[in-house]
C-alpha cells in the first residue's frame, strides 16, 4: 500500500540561487527555450506567449500527487489575459516522455489573470484569488478528486477521469484564451498539430519559485543536462569529441576521462565555448586497436555531472561494415523511437546525418531570427532535439554531421562562398534567391560549431566571406575512406546567373526556359578549394584504404517529378498519395535548381574526381528515398548514389516520369531505368520510394515514405548494398523487409571502371596493393582491388601508365578484346 502523502518527502527538483541563465536545470524542458530563465532561484517566463511551460522530466503525476509552487507577475503592468498554474497527467502521441515534453497535452489548474482558480476548464463565478500579487498555489489529486488552493481560495473538482492526472507535469504561463483541458483530439488529429495558440503576445509574464512534488512517481534518470549529449569521430589516430551543454552562459570546464583498467585517466580538458555552449575534447596519438569506455565531467551548481560511453575500436579486421544514413529530421513522430531501435538492431560501424538536423517549425512556437539573444536560443533548442533523438548512438557511434539549408534557417541555400544575402530578412525567397547567408555571420559559425566541430580538421581551413566557417574533411574509418562535402556553401545563385529565367526559390518561372540550356560553365557548385581536395582525395588510398565514399547534403541530379500546370514544388505537400503499386500520370520531371543537378558542368567535374576513386555517394535532403546511378559521357559511367529517406518530413517529393525509362528494372519498369533529367543529366533510376498509402498509422507521417538507409560493404568481395527502410518496420522482426526495390548491391568498380574491350595487360596478383592507371599525367583511376588476378580496363586505344603499390610505372599500350 502507498504511503499517505503526507508521511511521502517531498521533492523539489533544483533551481540553484545567486545564478541567472536561460538553461534551468537538468529538471526540466522548457517551451520555448528562449523565453525562460533561472534567475536565483526562481523560474521565469520573460516572454507573454501562448503556452509557454516549464515541463518537470524527473517527476510524474499520478491519482495520488501534491503539487505547491510560489508565482507571482513580473512586472507592473495590468495583465492581460491568461493564466499561470500547472499543467498535470501530460501525455504524447507517441507514449515517450520526450515526446509528452514537447508537444504533450494535460489538465491544466491554474489562476486566471482576473483571479478566478480554473481546473481544467474556466467558469463563471469560480473563487477568485489575487493574481496581480505572489501566492502560494497548492494542487492536490486524491483519486478522482483534484483540489487547488490559492492562497486562501480552493476550488474543488470531483470525478476527474484516472487518465487526465497521470503523466507528466509542468509549470504554465499562458497569454490568450483559457481553452478546456485536456484537449480533444479529433479522428484527423494525430496528436501533431494539439498545441494551443503559441503567438507571442499580451502581457503574462510569471515567475515560479519552490516548486514542491510530492506523491506520484519520481523518474530520476530522465535528467537531461547539463552535459546534453556528444559526438565524435577518429581518423588517422586523432580522436575529436564535442559535447553539448545547455546554455549556461558562464565559464564552465568538462573533462574527458579514459577507463584505464579500475581506473579513470585524465585525457583531455576544453573550455565551453559560450555561444555554442559546446566544449571540443581532443587527443592525439588514440589507440584504435580497443574500444575504450569514457565519461566526460563537468562541475555545475555544486554537483558533478558526468556522461558517459565507449570510443569503438577501429573496425579494420571487420568482414563486413555498416553504415547508418540519415536526412531531415522534422519533428513529427519525435523522437523517432523505431528508427532509433532500428539502429540499434543494425549496429552501425559509422553514422551520417546528410543535413537538415533541425527544422524552422522544430518543437512548434515557429522560429525566432531576432534578436540575435533569442534566435540563438531558437536553434539550440531545436538542435538539442536531435541529440534528444539520438544521443546514445552518437556517444558510441562515430558520427558525423553536415548543416544543410534549413539548419541555417534557409528554405533554400545559394552561399557564394560565404557572402551576406541582401534583402529583407522577413522577405524569406527574395532575400535567398539572392545567394548568400541571411543570418549573421556569428550565428551561422554557431550552428556549424554544434554540428561539425567534431570532424576532422578541413584540408584549408581559411574562412569564406565574413568569417564563416569550414567543414569539409576526409574521414577513415575501418578502411574506408570519405570525402565529406559542402554542396551549399560554394554554390552560386541561380537568379544572379540566369536573369531570363525569372528564378523564384530555385524555380524558373519563365515557363519557356529550358533548363538543359541553362549551364553556365562558370557558376560553382563545390568551388575551386573542395574541387581540389576531391582530386586530391582520390588519388590518396593511404592507411589501408580499401574503398570510397563521398557525402554531401543532396544528390546530383533532380528526381522529382509533378503534374503540369504547377512550375514549383509550392504544392508538393497538397498532392493526392496514391495507394501503394499506384502511379500518378501525367506528371513532368522538375526544374529545381536546389538539386545539384545545376550547375551541369561542375555538376559533371565532381563525378568525374568521384569516378577516379571508383566511390559511391551518399546523400539525402530530398524526402525522396532513391538509388540512381550518375551517366557523365553515358548512362552508368559513374557513381551510384543512395538518397535516404526523410526522418520526418512535411514535403513529400515523389517519381512519376510520363514515360518509363530505358532499360528498366523487373520491379518498377515505369519509373526505373535510364533517363534524363529535366536539365538534361544522364542518370539510370535503380529504385525510388514514391509517398503511398501504406496503411500505418500516424497516416499524416508514415504516407511520406520516411525512414532511413544502410550501406553494408563486404570488405573481401568488395560488393556494396545500399537499402532504404521504412521508419515504421521492425528490422529485428523475421520477414522485416525494407521498401520495394531494395536491398540492390552493386561491386565498387562498377562506380566508374571503364567498360567496353579495352584493357591492359594483366596483372596476375594485385596482392591488395592500390592500381592506379593514367594517360599522359591525367589518372584515369585509382583504386584497391581484391588480390588475384585484375585485367585493367581502359576507355579506349592509346599507351596508359599502369602503377601498382609503390613499384615504378609502367607504360603499356590498351587492348581491343
Excluded at 323 to 340: E, K, S, V, Y
Aim: proline letters at 8%.
Amino acid at each position: 500500500m502507498a504511503a499517505p502523502l503526507a508521511a511521502q518527502t517531498p521533492a523539489q527538483p533544483l533551481l540553484p540561487s545567486g545564478v541567472t541563465r536561460p538553461w534551468i536545470s537538468a529538471d526540466f524542458w522548457t517551451n520555448p527555450l528562449q523565453d525562460w530563465r533561472l534567475a536565483d532561484g526562481r523560474l521565469e517566463c520573460i516572454v507573454s506567449g501562448g503556452d509557454r511551460n516549464a515541463f518537470v522530466l524527473t517527476h510524474e503525476s499520478s491519482t495520488r500527487f501534491r503539487a505547491e509552487v510560489e508565482l507571482g507577475p513580473l512586472g507592473e503592468a495590468p495583465l492581460t489575459e491568461g493564466f499561470a498554474g500547472f499543467r498535470i497527467g501530460i501525455g504524447g502521441y507517441f507514449k515517450d516522455y520526450r515526446d509528452s515534453a514537447v508537444r504533450g497535452i494535460g489538465l491544466d489548474c491554474g489562476v486566471a489573470t482576473d483571479g478566478r482558480l480554473f481546473i481544467g476548464e474556466l467558469r463563471a463565478g469560480a473563487p477568485v484569488a489575487d493574481a496581480r500579487n505572489p501566492l502560494k498555489l497548492t494542487l492536490a489529486v486524491d483519486g478522482r478528486r483534484v483540489t487547488l488552493t490559492a492562497g486562501s481560495v480552493e476550488l474543488t473538482r470531483d470525478n476527474v477521469p484516472e487518465a487526465w492526472t497521470t503523466g507528466g507535469i509542468a509549470v504554465v504561463c499562458h497569454a490568450g484564451p483559457i481553452v478546456a483541458t485536456p484537449q480533444k483530439r479529433g479522428a484527423a488529429d494525430t496528436g501533431f498539430n494539439s498545441r494551443r495558440g503559441t503567438a507571442r503576445e499580451g502581457n503574462v509574464r510569471f515567475w515560479f519559485r519552490n516548486l514542491r512534488l510530492q506523491g506520484g512517481t519520481p523518474r530520476p534518470e530522465r535528467v537531461f543536462g547539463p552535459l546534453l549529449f556528444n559526438q565524435y569521430t577518429v581518423t588517422r589516430r586523432t580522436l575529436k569529441m564535442s559535447v553539448q551543454c545547455g546554455p549556461l552562459d558562464a565559464a564552465a570546464q568538462v573533462e574527458l576521462q579514459i577507463r584505464e583498467g579500475a581506473s579513470w585517466k585524465a585525457a583531455a580538458t576544453a573550455p565551453v565555448d559560450i555561444p555554442s555552449a559546446t566544449a571540443l575534447l581532443r587527443v592525439e596519438n588514440w589507440d584504435g586497436t580497443k574500444a575504450v569506455p569514457y565519461r566526460v565531467r563537468m562541475n555545475l551548481d555544486g554537483t558533478t555531472h558526468t556522461l558517459t560511453g565507449t570510443i569503438a575500436r577501429d573496425p579494420l579486421n571487420k568482414p563486413k561494415l555498416v553504415i547508418g544514413a540519415l536526412t531531415c529530421q522534422n519533428d513529427l513522430a519525435f523522437p523517432h523511437t523505431t528508427i532509433f531501435n532500428n539502429l540499434s538492431h543494425a549496429k552501425p560501424d559509422i553514422l551520417f546525418f546528410t543535413g537538415d538536423q533541425i527544422y524552422e517549425r522544430s518543437g512548434d512556437y515557429g522560429n525566432q531570427m531576432t534578436p540575435a539573444a533569442a534566435a540563438r536560443l531558437d536553434y539550440l533548442r531545436k538542435w538539442f532535439l536531435f541529440g534528444w533523438t539520438w544521443g546514445k548512438h552518437t556517444a558510441n557511434i562515430p558520427c558525423v554531421c553536415l548543416p544543410d539549408d534549413h539548419d541555417v534557417y534557409h528554405g533554400n541555400l545559394w552561399g557564394c562562398g560565404g557572402r551576406k544575402a541582401v534583402g529583407r530578412l522577413n522577405a524569406a525567397q527574395e532575400i535567398q534567391d539572392s545567394g548568400g547567408y541571411k543570418m549573421p555571420a556569428d550565428w551561422v559559425n554557431m550552428v556549424q560549431r554544434t554540428q561539425t566541430c567534431h570532424l576532422p580538421d578541413p584540408p584549408d581551413a581559411a574562412p569564406v566571406d565574413q568569417g564563416i566557417t569550414v567543414h569539409y574533411c576526409h574521414v577513415q574509418w575501418g578502411g574506408m575512406s570519405f570525402a565529406v562535402l559542402e554542396d551549399r556553401k560554394w554554390k552560386s545563385a541561380p537568379k544572379e546567373w540566369m536573369p531570363e529565367a525569372d528564378i523564384y526559390n530555385g524555380w524558373p518561372r519563365n515557363e519557356s526556359w529550358d533548363a538543359r540550356n541553362g549551364d553556365k560553365p562558370g557558376a560553382q557548385m563545390l568551388g575551386p578549394r573542395q574541387e581540389k581536395f576531391l582530386e586530391d582525395w582520390a588519388s590518396d588510398w593511404s592507411n589501408g584504404t580499401f574503398i570510397k565514399a563521398a557525402v554531401s547534403a543532396t544528390i546530383f541530379c533532380n528526381l522529382a517529378t509533378l503534374p503540369p500546370p504547377a512550375t514549383t514544388d509550392a504544392v508538393t505537400g497538397k498532392l493526392p498519395v496514391q495507394p501503394v503499386g499506384g502511379y500518378a500520370e501525367g506528371e513532368v520531371t522538375t526544374r529545381d535548381h536546389d538539386s545539384n543537378a545545376w550547375p551541369q558542368t561542375r555538376r559533371n567535374a565532381v563525378l568525374r574526381s568521384l569516378r577516379k576513386a571508383l566511390a559511391f555517394h551518399i546523400a539525402g535532403d530530398q524526402h525522396l528515398a532513391s538509388t540512381v546511378q550518375y551517366g557523365i559521357e553515358d548512362w552508368n559511367d559513374a557513381a551510384f548514389a543512395l538518397c535516404t529517406p526523410a526522418i520526418s518530413n512535411v514535403f513529400p517529393r515523389r517519381w512519376f516520369p510520363p514515360e518509363p525509362g530505358k532499360n528498366p528494372l523487373p520491379h518498377s519498369p515505369r519509373n526505373t531505368g535510364e533517363f534524363h533529367d529535366a536539365f538534361g543529366n544522364k542518370i539510370t533510376v535503380h529504385a525510388v520510394a514514391n509517398p503511398a498509402k501504406f496503411g500505418v498509422e500516424p497516416v499524416i507521417h508514415t504516407e511520406r515514405a520516411v525512414g532511413f538507409g544502410l550501406i553494408e560493404i563486404d570488405r573481401a568481395t568488395r560488393r556494396v548494398t545500399f537499402t532504404n527502410w521504412p521508419a515504421w518496420v521492425d528490422m529485428a522482426q523475421p520477414g522485416a523487409k525494407p521498401y520495394p526495390g531494395w536491398p540492390i548491391s552493386f561491386d565498387a568498380s562498377a562506380c566508374g571502371l571503364p567498360r567496353g574491350r579495352w584493357t591492359l595487360p594483366p596483372i596476375e596478383d594485385t596482392k591488395g596493393e592500390v592500381v592506379a592507371v593514367s594517360r599522359e599525367g591525367d589518372l584515369i583511376y585509382k583504386f584497391r582491388p581484391r588480390s588475384g588476378r585484375f585485367v585493367p580496363p581502359v576507355p579506349g586505344p592509346g599507351d596508359y601508365t599502369v602503377q601498382i603499390g609503390s613499384a615504378k610505372p609502367v607504360t603499356q599500350p590498351a587492348r581491343n578484346g
